[in-house]
């Protein structure tokens, strides 16, 4: 008997980068978008886009029968860090948009509540897989560029 597995995921936030994350959860066949949490009505148009449940807060997500795996936390900095404190609170991993926090104290905080969750929190930092950010960080290591003075 085959069954196939994925990872639960919802997407916090409609902004800019939240509906780039529910497609490319939405085009991954290990994952499945199981809804978005935004309290904006404009966010309604977003779910809909993505065939996908819209809840107005964590809380109301976190009550119902769509309790994702993981969340991708895409609001403002400012929320970040209370927002991925709920989410792991309520048994949810985080992968969280940069900056992880607004202040070095919150973010410090922020990755001492997951340790203690024994949850997963990640920061979304793409561009460190970009190649020509890996070419870069190659040409430094060998010193091929030379001394670097700016």
């Not at 926090?101 to 920061?123: F, M, N, P, Y």
């Given at each position: 008997?085959?069954?196939?597995?994925?990872?639960?995921?919802?997407?916090?936030?409609?902004?800019?980068?939240?509906?780039?994350?529910?497609?490319?959860?939405?085009?991954?066949?290990?994952?499945?978008?199981?809804?978005?949490?935004?309290?904006?009505?404009?966010?309604?148009?977003?779910?809909?886009?993505?065939?996908?449940?819209?809840?107005?807060?964590?809380?109301?997500?976190?009550?119902?029968?769509h309790k994702p795996d993981a969340a991708i936390v895409c609001t403002p900095n400012?929320?970040?860090?209370?927002?991925?404190?709920?989410?792991?609170?309520?048994?949810?991993?985080v992968l969280v948009e940069k900056p992880i926090s607004t202040d070095i104290a919150s973010g410090q905080d922020?990755?001492?509540?997951?340790?203690?969750?024994?949850?997963?929190?990640?920061?979304?930092?793409?561009?460190?897989?970009?190649?020509?950010?890996?070419?870069?960080?190659?040409?430094?290591?060998?010193?091929?560029?030379?001394?670097?003075?700016?």
């Amino acid at each position: 008997m085959s069954f196939q597995t994925y990872v639960k995921i919802a997407v916090i936030g409609t902004g800019l980068i939240g509906p780039r994350h529910a497609l490319s959860i939405s085009e991954n066949p290990e994952a499945q978008l199981v809804c978005i949490v935004d309290p904006d009505p404009a966010a309604k148009s977003v779910a809909t886009k993505f065939k996908t449940t819209l809840y107005p807060s964590i809380a109301d997500m976190l009550s119902s029968p769509h309790k994702p795996d993981a969340a991708i936390v895409c609001t403002p900095n400012h929320t970040h860090v209370a927002l991925s404190k709920e989410l792991l609170d309520g048994g949810v991993h985080v992968l969280v948009e940069k900056p992880i926090s607004t202040d070095i104290a919150s973010g410090q905080d922020l990755v001492t509540h997951a340790e203690r969750s024994g949850l997963k929190l990640l920061v979304g930092h793409h561009r460190r897989f970009n190649p020509y950010v890996v070419a870069t960080k190659r040409a430094l290591e060998e010193g091929s560029l030379g001394k670097i003075i700016a």
